[in-house]
């Protein structure tokens, strides 16, 4: 889209002859233009002799000195790659590898509580959709590193534990305890993918990363940490099976 230049002021008054008072020193900063002179009747800038036609941007006469003119050819290149570092693909990965790992320990204690002699189906529900949670996460850092042309590398994820059980606790606050432990340090890892970004000077995943998962993410820590709470209160016995089944008619992942 082309520009058109204002009109020129007038540095007189129509009435008087005297000149209209100098504009203030800011304005005069931030309106500074090289100096001009005129060549057949046209403003040409001193500096390269272009004409000023009102044109402030010239798209093609930028590309021919950007690297955006650079369209890659080769086959294993992405087109859709700027400005996304090494260091911000593999910190991406590594992050698709923390959730994973966190719906396979979710997903375990899912099982856990399924079983018939277990028979507490508010928390296997719960950690059900904790761990679909988990993985909806990874799935979405998957399709971020496709959009900024990276490449998914999945890493190899640990097998978790298969008994929540414990002696003093019982198995309903041994385990809500542990979720909260995964639940801080994948904050911790989230926060440190932040970080990448930042330093990357890439503030497109710095929002991203902000927008989709920071803020859920202290939600979840204060949930689960009012559900040890909660649990810590009940004790082993009888409580246990009311907290199950507040879950069972409320239960919200977390």
Request: with cysteine; hydrophobic share 40%.
């Amino acid at each position: 889209m082309l520009l058109k230049a204002p009109h020129p002021l007038p540095l007189l008054s129509p009435a008087s002859s005297e000149a209209s008072p100098p504009p203030p020193a800011s304005l005069r900063l931030a309106l500074s233009l090289p100096k001009v002179q005129t060549r057949g009747g046209r403003v040409v800038a001193a500096s390269g002799g272009h004409v000023i036609t009102g044109v402030v941007f010239e798209p093609f006469e930028e590309l021919k000195h950007s690297e955006l003119c650079v369209v890659p050819t080769a086959p294993d290149q992405s087109l859709a790659r700027q400005k996304y570092a090494d260091d911000s693909e593999a910190a991406i990965n590594l992050q698709i590898n923390v959730e994973y790992n966190a719906s396979y320990v979710y997903h375990a204690m899912f099982a856990y509580f399924d079983r018939d002699n277990v028979a507490l189906r508010g928390l296997a529900k719960f950690f059900k959709e904790s761990s679909e949670e988990e993985r909806d996460h990874a799935q979405k850092l998957m399709e971020y590193q496709n959009k900024r042309g990276g490449k998914v590398k999945l890493l190899p994820i640990i097998s978790p534990l298969t008994e929540f059980d414990h002696p003093e606790k019982g198995d309903a606050l041994h385990a809500m305890e542990l979720a909260l432990a995964i639940e801080k340090l994948t904050n911790e890892k989230l926060l440190s993918l932040h970080s990448v970004a930042q330093k990357c000077n890439d503030a497109q995943m710095q929002d991203f990363v902000e927008t989709e998962f920071l803020g859920e993410q202290v939600e979840a820590i204060k949930k689960i940490a009012e559900y040890v709470a909660q649990l810590r209160r009940v004790g082993k016995g009888h409580g246990v099976w009311h907290f199950d089944q507040m879950l069972l008619h409320e239960g919200a992942a977390a």
